[in-house]
Each structure stands twice: as C-alpha cells, then as structure tokens.
C-alpha cells in the first residue's frame, strides 16, 4: 500500500493546536489499582443542620448525608419518603433537574431566550401525548401516587428557595431566571433523555446505497447473524443532509455560547454534514454488569456489579440515594429528576443495568401530495397531517405560536421541497410506559426472582440487560424493552411511510430470552451480542447492530477463573485495562519483518507489553495513536476508496479487527485480489504503526521511555454552562484533566474525543454489593454526589474515582449514623 495513504489519513491529527499542550508532569499520572478509600476516619458526627417546616408533609422525616454525600432518608410512611426524596434532590441538584425539565417541556426559551426556540419545538415533537391513566399503569400502581410526592417535595424546595434568595444555586443567579414549578407528568411525559437507537445508523447506511455501495456499510457497522441487508423496495435512499436536524435538537443537552458569554444558538449548524450525526462507535455509550452466585464468591453470598457507562458531566449524570420507610428500604443511583433508583438493592435483592441493543426506532418516508402538501400518501390514498398547535414563552419577544405536524407514524422532522418528501420518526418511545429508567419504581419492590421478572414484562426504556442476585444465593439475567415486531423488513434502513412497513405491535416481555442460577455460577453482560444461539431467527430482528464483544470477553476470562470471586476482584475487574484488540493487533504486527528503523523502534515499544493500557503506559500511548488515528483511517481508505469520507466514525472494530486476522476475507467483498491481499495488510499496519510512531515523538518527546498514555488521554468533567463563566470568577464549575487509563474496549470503559483524546463518557457511577452483607458494599460517583459549586461534595470523588478507589455503601442505620457528617430535619406544619 502507498505510503501516502496512511500518511494522508493521520496528518490532521498531528497539526492540531492542541497537541503541544498534552504532556504532563508523571507525578501527574494517576494509577488505576482499586481500593477503598482511605477517608473513612472523618470528622465526628455533627447535629441538625439545618431544618425547615414544609406544607404537605405528613410526618417528621430526616435527611442524614454521610461523608462521602450519600442522602440516607428517613420517613414515616412512603409518602413523606417520595416527598423528602423530592426536597432533597433539588437541595443537592436544582439546576440539573430543571435544565433537565426545560429541555425535555421545549421551555427554554422561556429563560434563555429565542435562540432556543428552534430546540424547543424540536422537544415538543416526541413529547409523550397519549392517554395518561394508560401512562400511569404501566409503571406499577404506585407510579403515579410517588410521582405527585416527589414533584410536591420539589417543589416545597423552590417555595423555600423564593423566600431565602441566598440559599438560590450560582447558575440561577447567573442566569438571572427562577427555577420552575414542577408537575407529576413532567416526570414521565419526557422522552427525549433517553438512550435511543438506531435513527442515525439508518441514515449513515441510507448515504452508502445512495451510491450503490451498500455492502460496503458493514465497514462502518457489521451486522450479527450474518444478516446482509437490502434496500426496502420503493426507497429513494438518497437523504437530504441535514435530514437528522430535528431529532438531534430534540435529544441533545443544552450548549451555551463561550465566545459571547451569553446563552445563544446550539452548536448544531445551520446545515448538515455527515460528520455533524453520524454515531461514532468510539463515543457509544455502553455499560458492564455481572453477578456471582455464593458458590462462585468468596464470601459465601452472592454479588453484583454494574458501572454503566455514559457521557461524563458535571454534576455526575446519576445521583446516589437511600430510601427508607416501612415496607420499602432501598439503596443506589438513579437519574436525579425521577423518584425511585434504577441500580443498587433493597434489602433483599440487588439489581444492575447494561444497555440491549434492541432497535426502537424507524425513518419513514413519504410522498406529499403535490396539490396539498399537507397530505401524504398511505395504502393509496392522500391523508392528512396531523396537527398540534404549541405555544412557546420566548423571553424578550412576544409568545410565539407554532403549529407541530405529524402522521400516524409520529412526528415529522424535515419536508424536502425539491423531491416532495417528508420524513417523520416512529419510535417506541412515544407509547405508553416508555419515560426512560421510570419503570425501576416497580422492580425496585420486588423480593424475588418471580417478582422481578414480572416488573421487567412491562419495561419500556432503554432496553436493557438486567442482573439479579438475591439474599437465598439466586442468580439472574432478566433484559426488558419494548421491541417493535417488523414482519416484512429488519429496521435497518428508512422505509417508505405509504403502508407497506408497518409495525405488527410488540414483542411479548416473556418472549426475551432469560437465565436463572446459571451452571456457571456467574452472569455478565457488556452491551455484546447474547441472544442464544436457539433463539428464534425471527425473534432475531429485534437487533443487528452490537459492539465488539471484548470487554465481555475479558469479564468472561476473570470471572470463569477456577478461583472464588471477591469483592475486591470485582472492583478491581471494573478498573481493569486489559486490550484485547490490542493483542490481536501487536500480535499480528509482531510477526512482520521489516528493515525500516522507525517500524523497528515501534516494535520495540510493543516488546514485553501486556496489553494492559495504564496511564503510565508507553505502549498503550503508541497502540491508541496507532489505532485510532493512522490505522483505522488508513483501513478505511482501502476498504471504501472514494467513499470513505461518507464514514467519519471509527470503522466497525469486529469486521477490522476480523478483516485484518484473516486477509482471505478481502477478496470476496471488497474486490482486493487475492496475491494483494496480503501484502496490503502487512504494509498497510507496518506504515500506520510507523506514522504513529513519528507522532508520538512530536507529542512527547524522542525519547519513547518517557511517554505516557494517560498524558495523552484526560477527563474533564464539563458543566453545561462552563463555557459562559469567566475564568477568574470565584464560582468553577468543570473538574478535571484527570490523566486516564483504559480505552473504548476495556472493562474500564473509556471512550474519547478522536481529535484530541479528551474522554467523552465512561463509568462515572460504579457499585459491587455484598448481597445480604450490605455495609460491606462498595460504590464511587464522579465527580461527586452534589450539583451545586458550593458544595464539599461537589468534586470531593473526582480523583479517589480516577485511581479506581470506591467508598462503602452503608445501609444499616447504625452504620449510617457513625459516618453522617449533615444531618436535615423536614418537619410538618403544625
């Protein structure tokens, strides 16, 4: 292969401004090695802190928040805990929750003002608009009744705050705005916060047969059972680019102008490139959990473990709680803006969550009438647009009134004038019981296996795999979503909208596959591919598109030792940075000879390597530059030519990894002869490696003893309103560069930017519980359990987070008491 390929496809990287800037001090360098954290021994417990008498609440309830800014709450009855739990989420996360409520309502203008507008409508659109009491009932007969509690304690916060200013968090204050008044269906009529899939992927694939290359998709995402996929019959595949606009205002986070200090457009463009949506695998947020039956753990009990994986944030995305009152004791994380939690225990059961790849999404396509645009085609017939009329406070401006259309299918987001289209999103998200992570307010009351797999029959989003592990040394594998049935095609491109694509309902919750006490003593999930090989192969459609299975490979390696598991184990096995695509790759370049003295020296720095990227790394520093920036692109060139440019993500790490293990993969699909293939392969990893080679002495020196991975690769926890804030103020909100470890397929998760190496998301949340030893689990939560700057627990976990550190998961209450460090009390008015 030219050399001037791999030499084109690396050379942006290395002119980045950035780059000079990356070296570290290694004193810097944090190890990844876990243990517990040694600020056990604080200072003594103190008295009430602070109380407040509050309108609504029943009895007397206490808030006690332990060293480490885990809320423990006490109450007399479930109530008043929903209640307590409302009132203190706002005390520790206001502005979180209500950027959360604005964005999901399309109210931001509101407060912001009308660059904000175009997102709001977008919001609007996949707001859920059905019958509420069907709504309501799909969550358990409590949902609704816990709902009105937690928006009520919410809201006593906000009444509290109106009449003591200065107790107000600094982002409102900078702002200049009031916090909102909430209502119970705010907490499940929003949608758009949720994980989704696969609408962006169907786009990408839609730009290849635009070409007539759609074989040539599978370099950007293979597709599990061997399924090969076609183009639906009447599609025009060939999109308008800013087709996705819409739906990426609707579901991303809120972005703040750092130029002009002030609130101001998103940073979406006025028009689209591929490049602006298309789903990057390096950036995919996945997760791991795994549970180990007592014959399987050292300590005689049963254990489980989740660190889900996704975007890092300042506050933390999850938000550690202990609810407890009579007839319900439970403990772990949930997403702050709804009541419950969704990962820990109760008592009796633990539980953890991975995202299943389950497809809950379509594109449709339709012809407008060309007498009536507000008409389109279906079964042969013009049908009328659906519209809702939606009025918009724009702060400054008058009330703006605009009109949402939609067609049966659901909203529409783009008209293309010139061909007489229009585009609307089907997604499962919009039925009955599908408010994301909502539907843990019924597992988490579950005392048994039967229970709890009953409560996950109704799970609607994300989908997901869900473990178990009980108190009597029960194991369990449970996944829950609603998965569309598509009788007549496999979801994985857009589809004409006139009749002939049509959902056949859902598939039955007891029709997913499940494991109960498993021979081998343990359970993992890691986002890979796990449906069994007996599953039904129509059954099969309800997902094609998986990630490289090799973090579940490695937990499948510790976890199948002939050994006894111990917490320690697992918390270490969080933390751990094997590679495996890292010892396929080295392996394979290992046995090419070469004359060339830079490809030696590279090779001399894989010498001896584990495969373990550390921070304090060289080999890891080389392979991930290798990897990512000269290989991958260079392999992209080959594979799709003058295509390759309609692929701005990483390529699919299965098919490349596979493609490059055996070269007689190439001939048959990508046209490269036979007698090339091989030489192709070999130089085509011998030139990247040597490229990469020569950019890392540009990043850290000629010296290859001296570079370090985790000088390379940080995290930097990011508030959505960082950017406006002067550098000199006395209120700082992001934390970080933290020096990191690990890389996208590694247990220890951690996906980054391509272009400077900056994490983007990982395990910021991490929990091994000791089932029925409940103090003697551990959990950690970056950067720290509060959301407000002021805070001692605002960024208190950061760095015990990056060395792998955890602190206890105390449950008892005497052990509670021994470690709280605020003690609230929440009175009724008398």
């Not at 009855?77 to 706002?90: M, T």
């Not at 705005?177 to 169907?202: C, F, M």
């Not at 009152?325 to 820990?344: K, Q, T």
Request: net charge neutral.
């Amino acid at each position: 292969m030219p050399r001037s390929h791999t030499l084109a496809a690396s050379k942006e990287l290395f002119k980045i401004k950035a780059i000079a800037k990356l070296s570290l001090s290694f004193s810097l360098l944090l190890t990844l090695t876990p243990q517990l954290s040694s600020a056990q021994n604080g200072p003594a417990k103190i008295g009430v802190q602070q109380s407040w008498q509050l309108t609504g609440l029943q009895n007397r309830a206490q808030i006690l928040v332990d060293q480490w800014g885990v809320p423990h709450i006490y109450a007399e009855n479930e109530a008043d805990l929903f209640f307590a739990q409302g009132f203190n989420v706002a005390r520790d996360r206001l502005f979180q929750i209500d950027l959360w409520r604005r964005r999901g309502l399309g109210q931001l203008a509101e407060v912001f003002g009308p660059a904000y507008l175009e997102q709001d409508k977008a919001a609007r659109a996949f707001l859920y608009q059905g019958d509420m009491r069907q709504e309501w009932a799909a969550y358990g007969a409590q949902a609704q009744a816990l709902s009105k509690r937690f928006v009520e304690g919410i809201n006593a916060y906000i009444d509290y705050l109106s009449k003591n200013p200065e107790a107000m968090p600094p982002e409102f204050k900078f702002m200049q705005y009031q916090p909102a008044k909430w209502q119970a269906e705010d907490v499940v009529r929003i949608r758009s916060h949720g994980l989704t899939r696969n609408l962006t992927s169907e786009v990408a694939r839609a730009r290849l047969a635009c070409t007539d290359n759609l074989a040539l998709d599978e370099v950007r995402q293979s597709l599990s059972h061997g399924w090969k996929t076609t183009v639906p019959e009447g599609l025009d595949p060939c999109l308008p680019d800013d087709v996705l606009r819409q739906f990426t205002l609707a579901t991303q986070n809120v972005t703040f102008d750092a130029n002009s200090k002030r609130v101001s457009q998103t940073t979406l463009p006025t028009t689209f490139s591929m490049q602006d949506y298309v789903a990057d695998q390096e950036t995919q947020e996945g997760s791991n959990n795994w549970v180990i039956a007592p014959s399987k753990s050292s300590t005689g009990r049963a254990i489980m473990a989740n660190d889900p994986h996704r975007a890092y944030s300042t506050p933390s995305l999850r938000y550690i709680t202990h609810l407890s009152a009579p007839g319900l004791n439970v403990i772990g994380a949930g997403e702050p803006a709804l009541p419950g939690i969704s990962i820990g225990h109760n008592g009796s059961i633990a539980f953890g969550l991975t995202i299943m790849a389950i497809d809950q999404e379509d594109l449709y396509v339709y012809q407008l009438n060309p007498n009536n645009p507000q008409q389109y085609q279906y079964q042969g017939k013009w049908e009328n647009f659906i519209q809702r009329s939606e009025s918009f406070k724009v702060k400054g401006q008058a009330e703006h009134q605009a009109t949402l259309s939609f067609t049966r299918h659901g909203p529409i987001i783009y008209i293309e004038s010139d061909k007489n289209r229009a585009f609307a999103v089907r997604t499962a998200w919009l039925q009955a019981g599908m408010a994301p992570y909502f539907g843990s307010v019924d597992y988490m009351r579950a005392h048994n296996f039967a229970q709890f797999k009953k409560a996950m029959l109704h799970w609607g989003a994300p989908t997901e795999n869900q473990v178990y592990a009980d108190t009597k040394g029960n194991i369990g594998w449970v996944p829950g979503g609603m998965a569309p049935i598509r009788p007549n095609w496999d979801g994985l491109m857009p589809v004409p909208g006139d009749g002939r694509y049509e959902w056949s309902g859902f598939l039955s919750g007891d029709k997913l596959p499940f494991s109960y006490n498993p021979k081998s003593g343990w359970f993992a999930s890691a986002n890979e591919m796990n449906l069994p090989k007996d599953y039904p192969q129509q059954e099969r459609k309800l997902g094609f598109e998986w990630p490289l299975p090799a973090r579940y490979l490695r937990i499948a390696e510790v976890l199948g030792q002939d050994k006894k598991i111990s917490i320690e184990d697992s918390m270490r096995l969080q933390n751990d940075v094997f590679s495996s695509p890292a010892k396929r790759l080295v392996t394979l370049v290992n046995r090419l000879n070469t004359a060339d003295t830079t490809q030696q020296k590279a090779l001399a720095v894989f010498k001896d390597w584990d495969y373990f990227e550390h921070a304090d790394s060289a080999a890891a520093a080389l392979f991930q530059v290798w990897l990512t920036q000269t290989l991958a692109p260079a392999y992209k060139n080959i594979m799709l030519g003058g295509q390759a440019g309609l692929v701005t993500s990483m390529p699919d790490m299965t098919r490349m990894l596979q493609h490059l293990d055996s070269t007689e993969k190439f001939p048959a699909q990508f046209g490269i002869t036979a007698q090339i293939a091989r030489a192709t392969r070999d130089n085509l990893l011998l030139n990247s490696l040597s490229i990469a080679y020569q950019g890392l002495e540009r990043l850290q020196g000629k010296d290859s003893k001296n570079w370090r991975w985790g000088a390379l690769q940080k995290t930097s926890f990011k508030h959505a309103m960082s950017a406006m804030v002067d550098a000199d103020t006395s209120v700082q909100f992001d934390i970080g560069n933290l020096p990191r470890g690990g890389s996208a397929n590694t247990v220890n998760q951690s996906s980054y930017r391509l272009q400077d190496f900056m994490q983007l998301n990982g395990p910021s949340f991490r929990v091994v519980v000791d089932v029925g030893n409940w103090d003697n689990s551990r959990a950690i939560n970056a950067p720290g359990q509060s959301g407000d700057p002021r805070s001692p627990h605002y960024r208190d976990l950061a760095e015990s987070w990056a060395k792998g550190d955890y602190f206890p998961l105390l449950y008892s209450r005497k052990a509670v008491e021994k470690n709280t460090r605020q003690r609230f009390e929440l009175l009724p008015v008398k």
